[in-house]
Each structure stands twice: as structure tokens, then as C-alpha cells.
């Protein structure tokens, strides 16, 4: 910890974590500017890139610390009520240290972030630098802040400002590429337009300010010096660039001079001041732009505030089309659907131009974006709300959208445009009427003719995916059963929204969030537990995923992993576990519920987990070790022995068997599903008060019906492996395919296996020429595998097309003939080894893999192979084959192949689909990627579940694997 008080600056990272940009500009502009006024220390954290949870976050805190003031950004209406569980997360360990905010937001609803009991002690309305350096004097000279709210106080003269101090980033500069897609700078602040619908007004007002050209250009030659532009696209996110044309243009000339060129500059302008010269020195400068059309109707565009007349504004982006052809300039433009005022006419006025636009000609250097209309606090229409309903006939179903936790995207865009127009038909016409044509822009679009053209692509196919079918239907349902409640945003006692990166905490969070919203979670100790045990640790993968929204299935007469979290939710809040309570769970199978049982009741409580089955207590007890305040009991559940405050039984029973109550002490609780077999049935909670007994009635449900003795049916048999199914071989015809395969170099390819150390051979350009214009490339790493003999493989490669191209084929067979002296004796010592160490437990680990489905383990084959770090699997009739290096460690081996295991499980549709093409750039090598992701992320969780001795191998193998 430095002894030197720091101010700290936090942006709370972005939602949709895909579409991040590297750089935070605005944070070190303020942050800049304040180290060189006051010298003080100055930290910044972008909790998009820190990863881990709260805990993680205090940890990281208490490292940078002590602190003079803390500034939290509150940049989106999006963020609003994550920032604020987050601001009181800070408040709580930092309650004598300043906190301020700012931001799009915070500037046009300063009430909304400083208000009685709020976290914060004030906001900064407006650009931070001046504001933020007032609060920093006042500090140092043993001041309280002053003022709550910080009216605008703006850099009228960018040039007044110290070059940006890139250098406050160098905790991330080592990562900065593996974090971030694209860099974010500014170079001008600001714009003179007054579009109704946007909230740029409310942080930098209506002039544009601009660094003069050479400090411009200048700002991008430093940034040159901290990274290799080349490697970047480049976002200038100003609000408008290149408002003045002789700035714009002295701005282009000297980037072409100095060649500052990236993978691409990306910037957003306006069309209207765009010549022949100006299009050419932005194509030359590597730029494409974007440009905020917003509707092709001229009554529209009045509404909106666009342009001065609109049919000098509409014949701007023509010429912009036309003269992009000519120079290479590749454009996007943006179309609003919805906004107040729109009726059936205008969106069919604008479809009409949007379709001429970019099918007048064979091809187009321009894509397309397709939006609804959103409300934005701080925009013209968010502050007339009252006249645009008045005025159109329109109506905003959530006018303070913001300030609910769950589903924010649609209720920003739920609103009838006017009287004629409602929410439906206007969801029904944007996706019906743009989806074909954005296909048609699809087949149309020239690119750039460099890489950054799959950004393009990515991005008119993103348009296209968010225009399907399910989507659309989707946003109806959502409008038919709309929510208009508003969340409490004191009840997250967490921050959340810290570590989207991983799939299953911001599904896990998202859930929470739906459950805030619908008034089922009221207890903030149980929000914190749902929100912290991870089920994907406790569940199969598969189940984990499907609890999120329901429960999910099992085999009639057992208990279901878990139950739906709406369900459990429901539960819990009606039986209401605190702190101290003894706890018994019922019928325990999982141990995900013990797990928040054992949050909720804390270490002066224990929680009495008495599994279903007799035969799942050892299990358990291995899986719930680490939790010191869980016992696993071996016994009967109807004959339970001693008192308990609370009894949960989680699956349908005819009735509540009495004699259950006589373990609840006085005011205790218990929580049950009793009713029908094949209907919902009744979530009933029974208190005990004096003897006596009271039943409630919770809510009506759907669970699985429990067998045995009170139960609906006779319990069936219980899946499990079936043992002496793993067999270790070692196969010559193996052992040559992937020392052929070896030798290609796939570049990021998905199959690459590349070693430079075995050198070029003759056959190696032939093969890789064959392989890559293979369109069933993926088999080749695999038919290997299927093969004992060398004679046999080579004479299925001559004889078929087993490999679906007869070019690969013969090219393949030409190099295993040509490589086919390498193949050596067996050790038989190693693999007698690899057998006896690993037999056993992958035995054991398979047959519970397989429990999960409801299958018995199919025999395996774990065949030894040079294919490194790495491994390869495919399946045939006789069951898995999997093909790993015996030259790893033993813990290396195991989780290789459970994590080939894993695959059939956690993506059966990959083997459904067949082979797909897995080069970089391609559908196939993206899903690959996914999917991986996946298997390694179920594969932990599965370990952490079921052995957990083997984690810290398998953490080690991430390691070694780069994953």
C-alpha cells in the first residue's frame, strides 16, 4: 500500500462485453490533467479488464490504496443500477472517502446519483477536468467538497489540456490487445446539431471544440509511441468528427503524412459537408465513417431535427455512396424505426430511399444498421415527453427505464410512436421489412480488401441475426406482458455486472436481475447468495444452464440437481434461513442448495444435508468438504433424527408427510411441493407455533414428483457407469497422421498442430495447399484415429474419399507414404504406467460424467499420439477414441481426455451438424472457439463438483494449453 493518497477513477466497464474499446480517453484526460495541476497520485480501474468478483475488487482496492477521492463513472442510462450497488459497495469500505460520479447519465439526471441516503456526495455535470480538479484542491487544502452538484464548467481550448497521460493505463498496456478490439481517442469534444433523440447535450452542450489539427495529429503520434497502430482499430469517438472541413482535412493530410495508418480508423461525421477531396483523403487516411442518417422521410427528419432542408440532407448520403465507389471509402449508416411521430407511412417513405440507396448499383462500399428508437434521458424528446404524446399521439410504457435491474434494451425502446402506430406493428414492419434487405446488402457489400473487412461482415451479419424471426418474436411477447414495476436498487448488496466475460456469471446475473424485477427476491442476503454460488460448480453443466429459467428435467420418482432459480427463489424466500439457523435439506443431490444454505445461515449455523439416495453420501460429502458448517448424514429422511429450524423438501410429495413436523422446533419452518403427479402443484410453507401447526400457500409450481415410501411412484433405478471401459493403446497409424500434421502451418488456425522444429518436406506445400481448399477439413485431424495399421490407413485414403475431397485424400497419402519410417516401437513401459495410474479414475469420473445424462459411459480408447499439449477425439460404433501425447504428466493426460469427454456432452449438436471448415475468419473456426470455451468451462466445474483433488491439475493444464 503507498502512503501517498491517490485519486481513483473507476469506469464500471460496458454490458455487452464483445463491443469493448481499450483506451478510456475521458478518464485520462481528467486524471492527466489533474496529476499535472496537483502532482497527486492518480490510479485507474476499468472493471471490464480487472475480472474476478467483489471480493477480488476489495482486494485490488486495498492494494492502491489510501485514497484522497474516488470517481466512479456513470457513463450509459444502462449502467445506472449496477453503479449505484457499486457506489455503495464502495461507500461501505471507503465511508470517510469523497465519492463522485459523472457522466452522460449523472449529467442529465444529476438527481438521479445525489440524493438523500444516495452513496455518492456529488456529480459532475458536464466534462470532469475542471470540476474534478476543484474537488482535488479543496482536499489537499483540508476542505470538505463544496456543492453537491458541479454545474457544466467546459475546456473551451482543447489545447489547454495536457497531451493524454497514456501512461495511467500501464497496468494494462501488457494486455492491451487481448483486452479490447478496438482503441478509443478523442479529438474533439461536442456538436452544433440538435437531434432530438440524442443525450450529447447534456455532457458537452452544443459547440464543438477541437485540439487544433497538429495537436491532433500530434496526440496520435504520441499514442503511436505507447502501441503499434498497425494492430488496432482505431475509434475517434467523437461526437462529431470533423466538424470545420479545413480541420478535418489538415487532420487527414497529416496522418497520411506521418503514416499514422492502423488496421482502420473508425469515426463517427455527417454526410453533408462531404466533397470529391474530403472522401478521397479519408479513404487514403484508412478511415471508414459512420453516418447517423436516422430515416429517409423528410417529415421525419423535421421531427428529428436533422438537417436544414431534407432534400440537400437525403442528396448528401447518395453523393457519399456514389463517391465511395470511386475512392474505396467504406461507410455505415444508422436508421431509427419508431421515433415519436413515425407512423406506417414514414417508415415505409424511408424503407423506399434505404432500398434505393444501396441496390441502385451492383455493389456497395456501405452497411447498414437498423435500430429501434430508444429513450434517452437527457435528449429532446426524454425531456418533452408530455408534448410528443400530446403532439403524435405517442406513450412511453417506462418512462424512468433505467431504474429497473432486468431487460433495460427493451424497455427503452417499448413505446407507441403515435396514435396510428403502435409498439407491435412497428417491431413487426422494422424486422419483416429490413431483414431481406440487409441480405441483400449482405451479397452486395465491397469491402476493403483487407482483413478489417471481417469486421464488416461481422458486423452486417450481427444486423442480420438481430433482425431474425425469434427476435422479433421475442420483443412482441416481451410488449404483450410488459413489466412496469421498478426495482429497489439498495437490495443488490454486491456489485455485479464486474466480470461479463464469463458466460455463465452474466447468465447467472441476468436471472437475479429478472427475479428483482418480477418482486420474487426481497431478501438481500439471498440475492448475494444466488449471485455468488455458482451452479455450473455444483450441477452438469447442461442443468446449470437450464435452472436459469426452469428446472430441469430428471427421471421421475428423483429429485431434480436443482430446482428452477424462480422456483428455489420462491422457497427460500418463504422459508427464510438466517443466520444461526440449523437447516436440513431433504433431498439433497447436487449439493448446490446446501451451498447457499450454508451462506444464508453463516458460520454460527449448520446446514444437515440427507441425500436422496444412500449411495450419494460419499459423493456429497467429497463435494461439500470445504463448507465447515454442512454435515452429509447417511440416514433415512422421513426417520431424521434431532430439531431443526427450517426443512426443505424439494420435489412434489401427495401431502407433507406429518411426521416431519415434529422435527421443527417452535417457530420453525418447513417448505414443500404437495400436489398433483403430471399438474402444478402447491409451494406451501407449514410454520410451527405452540405445537400447533399453520400452512401457507406460496405460489403454484411445476417440480418433479419424489418416489419412495410418501412419494408418487417407486423409485427407479439410478443410473450409473459402468466400470473396466477405458482401455490404453498406442496405434502406428495415429502416431504417423498427426507427425504428418505436425509439419502444416495453419497459422490460428483451430486444427493447427505446427511444430517448427520438424522442418519443411516436399509434400508439405501440396498437402496444405489441399487441405485449405478442403471444405471438410476438420475430419483429417481425426481419421488417425480410426486407423491400428499404417497399411490400412494409407489404403482407406487411396481407395475412398474418406476425407470428403479426393485431392486431400491423395495429397495426405502421399506424405504418410513419404514420412511412414518414423513409426517406431511402443514403450510398453510408459503406457503400462499412464494404465495404472489413471485407469481407476477415469473409470470412476467418465461413469459419473455420464450420470448426468442419464446414459451409461460408452467404452473409450485413450490412444498415445504426438499431438503435444493438445488432444483429439471422434466417436464410431464401438464408442470414443481420444488421442493424446503419454509424454505429458499423468494430470495432464487425465484432464485432456476428460475435457475430450466433455465435448459430446456440453455440444452434442457439433457431431449432428458434421464437419466444418475451422480456418480463422470462418462460421466454423468462431463456433469451434465457443464451443471450447464451453467444454473447458463445464469440465472445471464438473471437477470442482465431483474431484475435486484433480482441480489444481486441470488448472494447470489451462495453464500449459493457453486457455
Known amino acids: 500500500m503507498s502512503a501517498e493518497p491517490a485519486v481513483l477513477l473507476i469506469s464500471p466497464g460496458i454490458l455487452k462485453w464483445t463491443d469493448m474499446d481499450f483506451g478510456l480517453p475521458h478518464l485520462v484526460s481528467m486524471g492527466g490533467y489533474v496529476r499535472e495541476h496537483t502532482g497527486v497520485r492518480v490510479e485507474l480501474l476499468d472493471l471490464n479488464y480487472e475480472g474476478g468478483d467483489h471480493n477480488d475488487l476489495a482486494r485490488r482496492l486495498e492494494d492502491l490504496g489510501p485514497y484522497l477521492v474516488i470517481g466512479l463513472s456513470c457513463y450509459s442510462s444502462f449502467d445506472y443500477m449496477r453503479v449505484m450497488a457499486l457506489a455503495r459497495f464502495l461507500k461501505d469500505l471507503y465511508p470517510d472517502v469523497p465519492l463522485i460520479t459523472g457522466g452522460y447519465h449523472a449529467s442529465a439526471l444529476p438527481k438521479d446519483v445525489v440524493f438523500d441516503g444516495s452513496p455518492f456526495d456529488a456529480v459532475f455535470v458536464g466534462e470532469g477536468e475542471f470540476p474534478l480538479l476543484k474537488v482535488v484542491q479543496r482536499l489537499l487544502g483540508g476542505e470538505d467538497i463544496g456543492q453537491r452538484v458541479f454545474g457544466a464548467d467546459l475546456p473551451r481550448r482543447l489545447d489547454d489540456l495536457p497531451p493524454y497521460q497514456w501512461d495511467l493505463l500501464d497496468r494494462y498496456w501488457p494486455h492491451a490487445h487481448n483486452i479490447g478490439r478496438k482503441f478509443q481517442i478523442y479529438l474533439s469534444r461536442g456538436c452544433v446539431y440538435h437531434c432530438s433523440f440524442c443525450m450529447e447535450r447534456a455532457k458537452s452542450g452544443y459547440a464543438w471544440r477541437a485540439y487544433s489539427p497538429e495537436r491532433a495529429v500530434d496526440e496520435l503520434r504520441r499514442l503511436a509511441t505507447f502501441t503499434d497502430l498497425s494492430k488496432w482499430v482505431i475509434n475517434i469517438a467523437d461526437p462529431l468528427f470533423g466538424f470545420h472541413r479545413r480541420w478535418r482535412r489538415e487532420v487527414l493530410e497529416g496522418i497520411a503524412k506521418y503514416e499514422l495508418f492502423p488496421r482502420q480508423y473508425w469515426t463517427l461525421t455527417r454526410s453533408d459537408d462531404l466533397d470529391d477531396t474530403d472522401i478521397e483523403l479519408l479513404a487514403d487516411a484508412r478511415f471508414a465513417i459512420g453516418i447517423g442518417l436516422e430515416s429517409g422521410s423528410p417529415k421525419m427528419l423535421k421531427i428529428m431535427q436533422k438537417g436544414n ?30 421515433h415519436p411521430g413515425e407512423t406506417r407511412e414514414t417508415m415505409e417513405e424511408t424503407h423506399a430511399f434505404i432500398s434505393d440507396l444501396f441496390l441502385s448499383m451492383p455493389s456497395t462500399k456501405g452497411w447498414l444498421s437498423i435500430d429501434p428508437f430508444r429513450l434517452y434521458p437527457g435528449s429532446l424528446v426524454h425531456m418533452t415527453m408530455d408534448e410528443q404524446e400530446a403532439e403524435h399521439g405517442a406513450h412511453f410504457y417506462h418512462r424512468e427505464w433505467w431504474k429497473s435491474w432486468y431487460d433495460h434494451g427493451f424497455r427503452a425502446q417499448h413505446l407507441d410512436p403515435s396514435g396510428t402506430l403502435g409498439y407491435a406493428e412497428r417491431v413487426a414492419f422494422m424486422h419483416d421489412a429490413y431483414r431481406p434487405l440487409l441480405l441483400e446488402v449482405q451479397k452486395r457489400f465491397d469491402g476493403a480488401g483487407r482483413s478489417i473487412d471481417r469486421v464488416y461482415e461481422r458486423s452486417l451479419q450481427g444486423q442480420v441475426e438481430h433482425l431474425a424471426e425469434d427476435q422479433r418474436d421475442h420483443l412482441l411477447e416481451r410488449g404483450k406482458r410488459a413489466m412496469a414495476g421498478v426495482s429497489d436498487p439498495s437490495l443488490i448488496p454486491i456489485p455485479i455486472g464486474m466480470n461479463l466475460k464469463d458466460p455463465w456469471i452474466r447468465k447467472r446475473e441476468e436471472a437475479v436481475k429478472r427475479l428483482l424485477d418480477r418482486g420474487a427476491l426481497r431478501s438481500a442476503d439471498l440475492v448475494e447468495a444466488l449471485l455468488g454460488v455458482s451452479p455450473e460448480d455444483w450441477v452438469p453443466p447442461l442443468d446449470a444452464q437450464t435452472m436459469l429459467g426452469q428446472t430441469p428435467e430428471t427421471e421421475e420418482g428423483l429429485p431434480p440437481t436443482t430446482l428452477g432459480i424462480s422456483v428455489l427463489a420462491s422457497a427460500l424466500e418463504a422459508l427464510e434461513p438466517d443466520a444461526g439457523d440449523v437447516v436440513v435439506d431433504l433431498t439433497a443431490r447436487s449439493g448446490y442448495l446446501a451451498a447457499i444454505l450454508s451462506r444464508l445461515v453463516g458460520p454460527s449455523g449448520r446446514v444437515v444435508v440427507v441425500p436422496f439416495v444412500s449411495s450419494w453420501a460419499e459423493g456429497l460429502a467429497e463435494r461439500l468438504a470445504g463448507l465447515e458448517n454442512v454435515e452429509v448424514r447417511d ?299 464451453v467444454a473447458v468451462s463445464a469440465t472445471d466445474a464438473f471437477l470442482r463438483a465431483r474431484a475435486p483433488r484433480w482441480v489444481p491439475d486441470f488448472e494447470r493444464w489451462c495453464q500449459t494449453v493457453g486457455i
Open 635 to 933: 440416514s433415512d429422511m422421513y426417520g431424521l433424527e434431532g430439531e431443526f429450524d427450517r426443512l426443505f423438501l424439494g420435489a412434489a410429495v401427495p401431502m407433507f408427510p406429518t411426521g416431519l413436523v415434529e422435527n421443527l422446533r417452535d417457530g420453525g419452518r418447513a417448505v414443500a411441493f404437495v400436489g398433483p403427479r403430471f399438474r402444478p402443484q402447491d409451494l406451501v410453507c407449514i410454520t410451527r407455533e405452540g405445537g400447533s401447526t399453520s400452512e401457507r400457500l406460496v405460489g403454484r409450481v411445476r417440480v418433479p414428483v419424489l418416489g419412495g415410501r410418501y412419494g408418487w411412484v417407486r423409485r427407479p433405478p439410478i443410473p450409473t457407469g459402468v466400470g473396466n471401459q477405458v482401455h490404453f493403446v498406442r496405434r502406428p497409424a495415429a502416431t504417423l497422421a498427426y507427425h504428418v500434421l505436425g509439419h502444416l502451418d495453419l497459422g490460428v488456425d483451430a486444427a493447427n498442430l505446427y511444430d517448427a522444429g520438424k522442418g519443411e518436406k516436399p509434400w508439405v506445400a501440396p498437402l496444405k495447399a489441399a487441405l485449405e481448399a478442403a471444405p471438410e477439413r476438420l475430419f483429417i485431424q481425426v481419421v488417425g484415429l480410426l486407423h491400428q495399421r499404417v497399411d490400412a490407413l494409407i489404403g482407406a485414403l487411396r481407395d475412398g474419399n474418406i476425407l470428403g475431397d479426393p485431392a486431400l485424400s491423395a495429397a495426405f497419402a502421399d506424405a504418410l507414404e513419404a514420412e511412414r519410417h518414423i513409426v517406431d516401437a511402443a514403450d510398453p513401459e510408459r503406457l503400462e504406467a499412464v494404465k495404472a495410474s489413471l485407469k481407476g479414475p477415469l473409470d470412476a469420473l467418465r461413469g459419473a460424467l455420464w450420470e448426468s445424462t442419464g446414459k451409461v459411459a460408452p467404452p473409450l480408447w485413450v490412444v498415445d499420439c504426438p499431438v503435444g499439449n493438445s488432444g483429439r477425439a471422434t466417436e464410431t460404433s464401438r464408442g470414443r477414441i481420444v488421442g493424446v501425447n503419454f509424454d505429458n504428466d499423468l494430470g495432464h493426460i487425465l484432464c485432456q481426455v476428460l475435457h475430450e469427454e466433455m465435448h459430446p456432452i456440453s455440444d452434442p449438436h457439433v457431431l449432428a451438424e458434421g464437419v466444418r471448415d475451422t480456418r480463422a475468419g470462418t462460421e466454423g473456426y468462431a463456433l469451434h472457439q465457443r464451443l471450447e470455451t
Open 309 to 338: 432542408t431534407s432534400e440537400k440532407y437525403l442528396g448528401a448520403i447518395q453523393r457519399l455512396a456514389r463517391l465511395s465507389q470511386k475512392h474505396g471509402l467504406n461507410w455505415a449508416t444508422n436508421i431509427i424505426v419508431g
